[in-house]
């Protein structure tokens, strides 16, 4: 079995429901390329958004796992998205004699790293101890209004067009992002058809905490809506994350430096 097909990527992740937990067992697990980090984390965020909660305690089994250079920057940054939007603490245990040494060494100096166990009952104990912020009910303001920003979805009959102005703006949580996605579709399932989307990225901005939930709606929306897309002057690290994104399905992200190299794109996309 391919070790990074859907199956053999489930193996690997546990929920434990009651102790809010998510075990994930990357054990011997060899990232050669940045199509199996995305493949890895996709896998994650997608058993987290099934499962209706979106904060875990992470338990991370780390023994015997490689990561290699090719790999290195899209395991690095994916992981630091995942755990930054639901992971509620982190502990990593691996039996290794490597791992018992280290501990021992660096225990009661500087070096000493209070999240790493070598057994995973400490690690699971150690999770215990920590709070959890699921009781802590978290509002998130809404930084955007309906009436303003459906302004900047213009439909062109005469193009088959929807111009996608996102230009400027900031998703800094999850709230944000299903305020304007919802506000995007209802906008067109009015229309009772779907569009070319040219989507204005300059100076567009999505905070760690929101980049989950913008994948998710954003890749619906897309498939459900759009007949093809082009994006135009994002940010190079918005850029770089969704190349990263859409590398492991297969799909090309069309971005374009400016609006005529957009428009110039999608006229392909036409013929």
Same mark, same amino acid.
């Given at each position: 079995?391919?070790?990074?097909?859907?199956?053999? $990527?489930?193996?690997? *992740?546990?929920?434990? &429901?009651?102790?809010?937990?998510?075990?994930?067992?990357?054990?011997? $697990?060899?990232?050669?390329?940045?199509?199996?980090?995305?493949?890895?984390?996709? =896998?994650? &965020?997608? #058993?987290?958004?099934?499962?209706?909660?979106?904060?875990?305690?992470?338990?991370?089994?780390?023994?015997?796992?490689?990561?290699?250079?090719?790999?290195?920057?899209?395991?690095?940054?994916?992981?630091? &998205?995942?755990?930054?939007?639901?992971?509620?603490?982190?502990?990593?245990?691996?039996?290794?004699?490597?791992?018992?040494?280290?501990?021992?060494? %660096?225990?009661?100096?500087?070096?000493?790293?209070?999240?790493?166990?070598?057994? /995973?009952?400490?690690?699971?104990?150690?999770?215990?101890?920590?709070?959890?912020? @699921?009781?802590?009910?978290?509002?998130?303001?809404?930084?955007?209004?309906?009436?303003?920003?459906?302004?900047?979805?213009?439909? /062109?009959?005469?193009?088959? =067009?929807?111009? *996608?102005?996102?230009?400027?703006?900031?998703?800094?949580?999850?709230?944000?992002?299903?305020?304007?996605?919802?506000?995007?579709?209802?906008?067109?399932?009015?229309?009772?058809?779907s569009w070319w989307f040219l989507m204005?990225?300059?100076?567009? #901005?999505?905070?760690?905490?929101?980049?989950?939930?913008?994948?998710?709606?954003?890749?619906?929306?897309?498939? %459900?809506?759009?007949?093809?897309?082009?994006?135009?002057?994002?940010?190079?690290?918005?850029?770089?994350? *969704? #190349?990263? =994104?859409?590398?492991? @399905?297969?799909?090309?992200?069309? *971005? =374009?430096? %400016?609006?005529?190299?957009?428009?110039?794109?999608?006229?392909? $996309?036409?013929?």
């Open positions: 079995m391919d070790p990074f097909s859907h199956d053999a $990527l489930d193996d690997r *992740i546990t929920m434990h &429901e009651a102790a809010e937990v998510l075990e994930l067992d990357l054990s011997g $697990l060899v990232f050669k390329e940045s199509d199996h980090a995305n493949a890895w984390y996709d =896998r994650v &965020e997608m #058993r987290i958004a099934e499962s209706g909660e979106n904060l875990w305690f992470f338990l991370v089994t780390g023994g015997g796992y490689r990561v290699w250079d090719e790999a290195w920057f899209a395991f690095t940054r994916r992981g630091k &998205e995942t755990h930054a939007a639901h992971s509620m603490a982190t502990v990593r245990w691996d039996d290794s004699d490597l791992t018992r040494k280290q501990i021992e060494k %660096t225990r009661g100096t500087d070096l000493f790293d209070p999240n790493l166990f070598a057994a /995973r009952d400490d690690a699971m104990a150690a999770l215990k101890e920590m709070h959890s912020k @699921r009781r802590e009910r978290i509002v998130h303001v809404p930084n955007y209004r309906r009436f303003s920003f459906t302004k900047r979805f213009v439909f /062109r009959p005469r193009e088959d =067009r929807l111009d *996608i102005d996102f230009s400027h703006v900031t998703m800094e949580h999850s709230r944000d992002v299903h305020d304007i996605y919802n506000w995007l579709e209802h906008a067109i399932r009015a229309t009772g058809k204005d990225y300059s100076h567009f #901005r999505i905070e760690q905490g929101a980049w989950v939930a913008y994948d998710q709606r954003n890749t619906a929306c897309e498939s %459900t809506f759009a007949k093809g897309v082009v994006r135009f002057a994002p940010r190079a690290e918005t850029e770089t994350d *969704i #190349r990263l =994104r859409m590398e492991a @399905r297969g799909t090309r992200p069309n *971005i =374009r430096n %400016t609006r005529d190299e957009a428009l110039a794109r999608l006229a392909e $996309l036409f013929s």
